[in-house]
């Protein structure tokens, strides 16, 4: 299957300071990109959807300003917490899709762990 | 409201029995259908898929099934193995749209 790979597997940031997370499809190109978190006993959440070279499209009562997401390539997904709060602690995890439908098969990377202190 | 739902968060079986992971759905615009393995600290895995123009899908040891009218999936692994061990999520989809809507999961042990 195709290969998804996160940067940095788990963080460890001050309140307030930026953390910037990788995603990269390593074996396909990925024209779509998909940003989850997951809270301990909890489904994945998707946050946003990007496709290469346009805007991210947010979920609903997801800060847009808060997570920016740049997909600069068809491999290449980045997702930035600007002033990170222990409330953005969390498992960040990012897939990527060639879109070929029906399929809508996503192919997940291995996720990032996030500790705000 | 979840529109995905996995109800049971946790099942145990023994080495070599029939595992059976259940999914409710709401939303009856969703057409397709996904479950993923997720190891701890680890990103979800696809495992098998179904379309709603079928109700069953194999794949080796895995089957799913789909029951449109009751809007239910589950998802049947025999014999179950102790490497299957792992959180099993439930996903759907729209109209050929690429978001999918997971589940809580469920967590399946199986015993040696």
């Known amino acids: 299957g195709a290969v998804v790979s996160q940067h940095p597997s788990w963080v460890i940031c001050k309140s307030g300071t930026s953390v910037k997370i990788e995603c990269r499809s390593l074996?396909?190109?990925?024209?779509?990109m998909f940003w989850y978190r997951q809270f301990p006993k909890q489904s994945l959440m998707l946050m946003a959807t990007?496709?290469?070279?346009?805007?991210?499209?947010?979920e609903q009562g997801v800060e847009k300003d808060k997570f920016l997401i740049n997909h600069a390539s068809l491999t290449l997904s980045t997702l930035t917490v600007t002033s990170a709060h222990p409330e953005d602690s969390s498992f960040y995890i990012c897939?990527?899709?060639?879109?070929?439908?029906?399929?809508?098969?996503?192919?997940f990377g291995p996720g990032t762990r996030l500790t705000v202190l | 409201d979840q529109q995905v739902k996995q109800n049971s968060p946790s099942l145990s079986v023994q080495e070599g029995r029939i595992s059976i992971l259940n999914c409710d759905y709401t939303?009856?615009?969703?057409?397709?259908f996904l479950w993923y393995k997720k190891y701890p600290a680890e990103g979800p895995t696809f495992l098998i898929s179904i379309s709603s123009i079928k109700d069953k899908n194999e794949d080796g040891r895995f089957t799913v099934f789909l029951n449109k009218s009751a809007k239910h999936l589950s998802l049947h692994i025999v014999p179950s193995q102790p490497g299957d061990s792992a959180v099993y999520f439930c996903?759907?989809?729209?109209?050929?749209?690429?978001?999918?809507?997971f589940g809580k999961g469920t967590k399946l042990t199986v015993n040696p």
């Open positions: 074996d396909f190109q990925a024209t779509t």
């Open positions: 897939s990527g899709s060639s879109g070929r439908l029906p399929y809508n098969e996503q192919f």
């Open positions: 990007s496709n290469e070279g346009s805007k991210a499209t947010y």
């Open positions: 996903a759907a989809s729209a109209g050929g749209s690429e978001k999918l809507v």
């Open positions: 939303n009856s615009m969703f057409d397709y």
